[in-house]
């Protein structure tokens, strides 16, 4: 796989670390900007275009979690990866939450970080080149793929990338159970307990989204999965 092509913002107060990881990343083919804080990571963003997102977790001026709700205005789809020297688990659901696509906490390997950034780069790449149908009809709504969006009764509710991929991957397996590590796998490289908290986080807010039309439902299969139920035109 050719990195040459390939930008990365890191966002990573520790000049130290950031500095080995520019010349690592660069090593290997990526295009690295290095940013000491939030704001300015935030600006360099603003200012470019990249095709991946290394975000610490605690920096001054702005934090990690605030700088990717930022990106997240501006672009939906760019992937984020969160570096942290926090292991606790709320702060991994919190950041699946807000859309991540990988975490690594620190101290780790540089090959480690490195996979995990080919991995999601990859599946960006691929999930991009997926021939989908882009409106499909699910019950009373309309779900409009390549807008993000959801409509019924002419009302418009705009979703995240990854809710779209998870109500698309759904829509495709309609009516047919669905296994859990399956959908893990497919939408984020791996079954992995934080993904699958995020996953059920994600179930909920698409099911609060579907409310208005009773006959749409996503029934839990214990031990298994799910079901996406849509009636039959």
């Known amino acids: 796989m050719s ?9 990573e107060d520790d000049l130290n670390l950031g500095i080995l990881l520019v010349d690592y990343l660069e090593t290997v083919g990526f295009d690295v900007k290095l940013c000491k804080d939030g704001e300015l990571a935030l600006k360099a963003f603003q200012g470019n275009q990249f095709d991946l997102c290394l975000l ?5 001026k702005m934090d990690g979690f605030t700088l990717a709700k930022e990106i997240r205005l501006k672009d939906e789809k760019v992937p984020v990866i969160f570096i942290t020297a926090k292991s606790l688990r709320e702060d ?7 859309g991540a696509d990988d975490y690594i906490t620190k101290p780790f390997d540089e090959e480690e970080l490195l996979w995990k950034i080919r991995a999601v780069i990859r599946r960006v790449h691929e999930n991009k080149g997926e021939r989908r149908p882009e409106i499909t009809s ?3 709504y309309t779900f409009d793929r390549s807008n993000q969006s959801l409509t019924i009764g002419g009302k418009v509710k705009r979703i995240t990338e990854k809710e779209c991929d998870i109500l698309g991957y759904l829509s495709a397996h309609r009516n047919n159970v669905l296994k859990r590590e ?3 796998t497919e939408l984020w490289g791996e079954n992995d307990y934080f993904f699958g908290r995020s996953l ?8 609060k989204y579907l409310k208005e039309d009773p006959e749409l439902s996503i029934e839990n ?11 039959a035109k």
Do not use: H
């Open 3 to 11: 990195e040459e092509r390939f930008k990365i913002l890191l966002a």
């Open 56 to 60: 610490d977790v605690m920096m001054p």
């Open 92 to 98: 991994k659901l919190k950041g699946y939450s807000l």
């Open 138 to 140: 699910l019950g009373k």
């Open 182 to 184: 399956e959908l893990l």
């Open 200 to 207: 059920d986080v994600f179930i909920t807010k698409i099911r």
């Open 221 to 231: 299969v214990f031990g298994v999965g799910f079901i996406f139920n849509v009636p």
